[in-house]
Each structure stands twice: as structure tokens, then as C-alpha cells.
């Protein structure tokens, strides 16, 4: 007969409750002093393929100015949201080392990764960091580490934006009912 690890709200042992994942990151821009009002952005992100397209015109001196500050505007958002990441890796080595809280219950296998700059894995898959609120809304924090939550491919697509990379809720998981997977 197999044993119950599921705890009562549904979550496995040493697990934060899904009202937790909220509210570390809400304590974490708050203490930053982060402006999570929305800010409208200039232009849309570039799909791949209308980005290949422009790069493509750019390799053949057809570009316009206009689509020229299109693709250089989503040159410079994708490197805001790389640094976002990667100042949250920072920031969650310094809190392992400090012996501060964690925004999730590392493995002592996930420290070590973390300790030594690398990225953690699960199930031989690396955790990737999502950013809470929606790099397309709120293209002003895309590089703050405050709001980045670390997340395996599973639940940064059910948990994280509901089976749709296109919907996603500020600050929260859009199907917290959908466990966290560690």
C-alpha cells in the first residue's frame, strides 16, 4: 500500500505553503523599495522570428531607423532580464552563505551548485528563474533579482503561467493549486 507524503494542503514535506512563494517575493520588493506599478512599454518583444527578420535586414543595410530602434530596444531588454537573473543567483548565494532564509529548500547538492556559480538542477534539469512580474508589463524591474523565483520547466509552465507562456499573474503563480515540485 503506498504511503501519503502529501501533507494536507497538499504540499510535499518541508514545503512552503503556495501563499509563501507571494509573499517572499512581495517582503523582498518591498524592502528594495521596488515600484510594481506597471510601466508601458515602447514596443512589444521580438518573436524569434521577426527578430531573425530585422537581423537579416540589418545584414543587408535594409533596416529602418524605426525597426532598427525596435530590435536595439529588444537587444537591450533581453540583457535586462539575463542581468535580473544572474543578480538573483548572486543574491541567493549571499543569503546561503549568510545562513539567511532561502527562496526555496535547496538541496545541499542545489547549495553546492549555487555556491560554486552554477545553476542548480532538478531531476537532471536545470532551475531556471522566472521573473514575478511580467518582463512585457513591467519591463523596469526585468533586472531585478528581487523578483525572480526560481522554478523547474514544469512549474514555471503549470504553476507559473497556467499551460500559456501568454498568461501569467504580477507577482503570484496563476494555478497555485499545482505544487512546487521541491
Known sequence: MARNIWGPNGQKPNQKPPEATNDVIEERARKAGIDL???????????????????????????TKEEWKRLEWNRRLAKRRDAGVKEFWKQEKRRIKNGEPTTRNWTQEQKDAILSNQVPTFNGKPITGHHAYSVSKYPHLANRGEIIYPVTVKEHLIRWHGRSYRRSLPGKPYDPSFPEEF
Not at 512599454?41 to 535594409?62: A, F, I, M, W
Open 37 to 63: 506599478t506597471p510601466k508601458p512599454s515602447p514596443y512589444k518583444q521580438l518573436g524569434n522570428k521577426t527578430k531573425k527578420e530585422l537581423e537579416d535586414k540589418v545584414n543587408k543595410r535594409t533596416i
